[in-house]
């Protein structure tokens, strides 16, 4: 009687967990949660979970396959109010964050990370190094043989804005050769709004902030580009905001820093991908 | 007004949980899928026969053994008792049960997975290096024990007996039946364990003051055994740590895999697993020794600057 309730629960807590997970996939919202190298891996997760309750259901039952405390497989040894506690562990918190949960971090986590301001800050960045030496034939290297104007790998706007990244102007701050390419350029950045609490002696300046991920949202770094505007922005913090202006890269404390000066600065929708990668 | 050292939000709270609930599931399923499958469908017999007789070569051989035959630690302990009752060594057996959750393919997948973008390729080779080094340094020292002060009386009877199994149903999909019913058991079973990991993680990513921290993650001996000691609690499962140890962002990487290697190795709950096999004191020795020999092998390897 006891192993077949608990046949009942085990499939029952696996078609949760399969039908969530693939609620996940098939709605989009998982490019919220993961980079998308792991989506797929997502979707079929989900498949083979409501597979496997189908299996519990409908195989023939096999007998335990483990001695007596020799190990945690233990199903047939708990009791009722034990099997009914674990499997309210098991989907209890993941239906509760999966209806709770809104999908981007809100300022504490922004505030507890800390803003990168330098792209040496991230992982995964390889410091900038001097371009090959022409060949004993005087032919230029491969390298610089690629070299093409800005304007054609970089993507604009209708109004010929570059449509550039936090981390792009990270980068340029740090590249010199990157830098020309910004640098007292029209640019349009969507970020999310968080005020400036140091360096803003005039108040007049603000953060655009993206998440910068790897794997998924728990390891996402903020990363912050500074915003000069004509007079204080008053937004909500963590609000999604499109900002046009122009690239600059003043020296401060001894260190070319990214800052755009604003002519506008507008409310808009979150991106299809919220984070970079 | 400067920033307290802890801020709770259930919102980002329940974000990063879920986050990484959906990022570990995947590898954690294939895990215990695959533990299911070589539980029905791998004899015991076929393992003994890659063994060489040497007892050096014995050990190396079965360290590396979770290459071909891969388990996740909670599973293992039972089939280290199997293969014990068929005469393999018990310091063979050490040797395979302390390395087989690291060194094995799924391991080496998901840290890649984890790690990617943040030195993956150092970070796999890394890990699965220091786990068979550890374990086979352990499992030579093993060897010098007499058998009486390792095993429990209970099992010493039938070691080496040539004890058949006895187990496993005929018929294909009688095994098939056994096997999913072994994957469902070890995939709610670590799950439990790694549901309480990442809110505990998640909590403590969201939740604490970076800045607050950084003093402890600046020091390599302070952040080594601080996340060694974090490891030992969570008792995360080998095949989903690496995806909580990555989002350890202001720790330095020797911690993230002295975590890593000790995690699989030795935590509270294996305390009590290798309890059903080893006598209590062995056990004890056996996590102390290991605490400490990942601890300075991991500081030592801080010249790496991962």
């Known amino acids: ?277 | 007004m400067p920033v307290p050292w802890f801020t709770f939000s259930f919102s980002d709270f329940s974000y990063a949980f879920l986050s990484v609930l959906l990022e570990g599931v995947p590898f954690i399923l294939l895990g215990t899928l695959l533990s299911g499958l070589i539980d029905q469908f791998l004899p015991s017999r076929v393992m003994m026969r890659f063994l060489p007789r040497n007892p050096f070569l014995g050990v190396c051989v079965s360290a590396g053994m979770g290459m071909l035959f891969p388990m996740c630690e909670c599973g293992i302990v039972p089939v280290i008792r199997r293969l014990m009752n068929k005469g393999l060594p018990v310091s063979n057996a050490v040797a395979y049960m302390l390395a087989a959750p690291i060194v094995n393919p799924i391991v080496a997948l998901s840290t890649w997975a984890a790690f990617r973008g943040q030195n993956a390729a150092e970070f796999t080779i890394l890990r699965l290096g220091t786990g068979y080094f550890v374990a086979v340094l352990v499992a030579l020292a093993v060897y010098n024990l007499p058998i009486g002060s390792v095993l429990k009386t209970g099992v010493m009877a039938v070691t080496g007996g040539g004890v058949s199994d006895g187990r496993g149903p005929a018929g294909f999909f009688a095994r098939i039946s056994a096997a999913l019913r072994v994957a469902v058991s070890d995939f709610l079973d670590v799950m439990v364990y790694f549901i309480f990991g990442v809110a505990i993680s998640s909590l403590f990513s969201t939740g604490v003051n970076q800045a607050v921290i950084l003093p402890l993650a600046l020091n390599d001996w302070l952040a080594t055994f601080s996340l060694m000691g974090f490891a030992m609690i969570l008792s995360l499962c080998s095949t989903s740590d690496a995806f909580i140890a990555a989002t350890f962002v202001a720790f330095p990487g020797v911690a993230k895999l002295a975590f890593m290697v000790l995690g699989p190795m030795v935590d509270l709950k294996l305390l009590f697993i290798y309890s059903a096999v080893f006598k209590k004191r062995f056990v004890l020795g056996l996590a102390v020794g290991i605490f400490v020999l990942v601890g300075l092998i991991c500081v030592r390897l801080s010249v790496l600057k991962l």
């Open chain 1, 1 to 277: 009687m006891m192993a077949t309730v608990q046949r009942y629960v085990w499939a029952g807590v696996l078609m949760v967990w399969g039908v969530v997970l693939s609620y996940f996939y098939f709605s989009g919202r998982v490019g919220s949660y993961l980079h998308p190298a792991f989506h797929i891996w997502t979707a079929a997760s989900g498949i083979a979970l409501v597979l496997m309750a189908a299996g519990m259901l409908f195989l023939p039952q096999a007998e335990d396959p483990c001695p007596a405390g020799e190990c945690l497989h233990t199903p047939e040894r708990k009791t009722l109010w034990g099997v009914a506690i674990t499997a309210l562990i098991l989907i209890g918190p993941l239906l509760v964050t999966t209806v709770v949960s809104p999908s981007q971090f809100g300022a504490a986590v922004v505030m507890n990370r800390g803003m990168a301001d330098s792209i040496a800050d991230l992982p995964g960045y390889k410091p900038y190094t001097e371009p090959p030496l022409p060949t004993e034939d005087g032919s230029p290297p491969q390298a610089a043989m690629q070299t093409e104007p800005a304007a054609s790998y970089l993507p604009t706007n209708q109004a010929g804005q570059i449509k550039a990244q936090t981390v792009d102007l990270l980068y340029a701050a740090q590249e010199p050769t990157m830098r020309e390419d910004f640098e007292n350029k029209e640019v349009e950045l969507i970020g999310q709004f968080m005020p400036a609490k140091s360096n803003n002696p005039k108040g007049d300046r603000f953060n655009l902030v993206r998440m910068f991920v790897m794997c998924c949202a728990a390891d996402a770094r903020p990363v912050a580009v500074t915003v000069q505007t004509a007079q204080a922005a008053k937004l909500p913090e963590m609000s999604w905001i499109k900002v046009t202006g122009k690239a600059t890269f003043p020296v401060e404390a001894g260190r070319s820093v990214p800052v755009v000066v604003a002519d506008s600065v507008t409310p808009t929708d979150a991106p299809p991908e919220s984070f970079i990668y």
